[in-house]
């Protein structure tokens, strides 16, 4: 009997359509957006990763959030859980949010845990030092001229530093846009 190879993304998304897959990333990530972008202490929100690409499945979602010293992690955590919580229930996707500070130093991504406590998974290198932050910096370390020049910033104003794929203008970048000038 010969075994049967799956790519990744099959494995990941079975039968769903590339449509299906890049636009439910898309409308979840452009939910978080536009409720992390009323949090108090964000200063900037961007985007990363291969859902700006054509990727026709892309694994997951990637957001870059600025914050001052005066943010309310709590709530920007609950946020975040709540788009990788919806990514994993609808797609058997995931999110990533990846925070940095006003002077483009990384921080690390928001922790997948509500509470703080030793966890066996825990990859952070100081669980609990504050509260939401999961400094793993052995897994993950971004860049600083990434910091410094994500190739998509939604918020406070939308720039693009790379050739968009039409549904994330279409369905990202329009959206956020329209909301923001009716908030203006």
């Not at 995931?94 to 966890?119: M, N, Q, T, W």
Request: net charge positive; charged share 25%; hydrophobic share 40%.
């Amino acid at each position: 009997m010969r075994s049967r190879v799956v790519s990744d993304d099959v494995r990941q998304y079975g039968s769903r359509s590339e449509h299906e897959v890049r636009s439910t990333l898309l409308e979840l990530t452009r939910d978080f957006v536009l409720a992390a972008g009323r949090v108090a202490g964000v200063q900037r929100i961007a985007m990363l990763g291969s859902l700006l690409t054509d990727k026709p499945r892309p694994k997951d979602t990637d957001v870059l959030v600025t914050v001052g010293d005066d943010v309310d992690l709590s709530r920007l955590a609950r946020l975040a859980r709540r788009l990788k919580g919806l990514t994993q229930s609808r797609l058997n996707s995931g999110a990533d949010v990846f925070l940095a500070d006003s002077k483009g130093v990384y921080l690390g991504r928001i922790c997948s845990y509500r509470e703080c406590h030793p966890r066996a998974l825990c990859r952070a290198r100081h669980c609990s030092a504050v509260p939401h932050l999961n400094d793993d910096f052995d897994v993950v370390r971004l860049q600083p001229d990434l910091l410094a020049a994500p190739p998509l910033e939604l918020h406070p104003a939308i720039v693009a530093r790379v050739t968009l794929p039409d549904d994330v203008r279409q369905i990202l970048v329009a959206s956020v846009a329209m909301v923001s000038h009716n908030d203006a």
